[in-house]
């Protein structure tokens, strides 16, 4: 069974993934429930936030045919299995690690590895990374993304993450990125799901906005 489908209608309707770096089992299901309801559809937990694999499995029983459920910062091979149990059907990670992304592509989970260079690139694809991360975002540039994007596959879906604003989305989507992981700007530990919601809503606006995204790339899950 793969789970790739599932993630390829779940970014088309909004590719936006919501990094809740912090975020802990008692609070997820709230916010998970907020961001939904903003018009997102894919949610990673990092597995460096408290009990990461508890939370995973919180949102995947709540959010089940709602939102594709992932983690992140997954360094190592034995972590995809543990996601999986958990429920989770996405595997990210900061860096191109061909062990991690095999490992995922062999259960059928979605991989998004982390790439800063076209050498990256290559190789996760090679492994079969479902998406590319490019990360982080801050030390790269939207004329890097254009030339990159000249000499990968047609078709390759590259996510700028680290730094991302609403405001901050449009020259990347201008050269062609095909959408965004988005974290402290979105989701830091402390926030309510009310605020978290109201973020997340605009980060949803700003996509939709002339220049970047279609009206019927970005829409509420019914």
């Not at 860096?95 to 260079?117: F, Y």
């Not at 975002?137 to 254009?146: D, F, G, H, R, V």
Request: net charge neutral; with cysteine.
């Amino acid at each position: 069974m793969t789970h790739l489908p599932a993630f390829d209608a779940a970014f088309e309707r909004c590719p936006l993934v919501a990094i809740l770096r912090g975020v802990r089992p008692a609070e997820v299901e709230d916010i998970g429930e907020a961001l939904i309801s903003a018009g997102f559809t894919i949610i990673e937990v990092p597995l460096n936030s408290p009990d990461p694999l508890d939370s995973i499995a919180r949102l995947a029983r709540r959010l089940q045919g709602r939102a594709v459920i992932g983690a992140g910062t997954v360094l190592r091979v034995n972590d995809v299995a543990a996601v999986e149990a958990a429920g989770g059907t996405m595997i990210v990670a900061p860096n191109t690690d061909a062990r991690v992304i095999v490992a995922a592509a062999e259960r059928g989970l979605v991989a998004l590895p982390g790439i800063a260079t076209p050498t990256d690139a290559f190789a996760a694809l090679a492994a079969g990374a479902a998406a590319l991360k490019l990360f982080p975002a801050e030390a790269a540039s939207p004329a890097m993304l254009k030339a990159m994007r000249a000499v990968l596959p047609a078709g390759t879906r590259i996510v700028p993450v680290g730094g991302i604003t609403p405001e901050a989305m449009k020259p990347w989507r201008t050269v062609g990125a095909a959408g965004f992981g988005v974290g402290s700007a979105l989701y830091s530990p402390g926030l309510t799901a009310t605020e978290v919601g109201t973020r997340a809503a605009s980060f949803v606006a700003a996509l939709a906005e002339p220049g970047q995204a279609s009206a019927s790339t970005v829409r509420s899950v019914e």
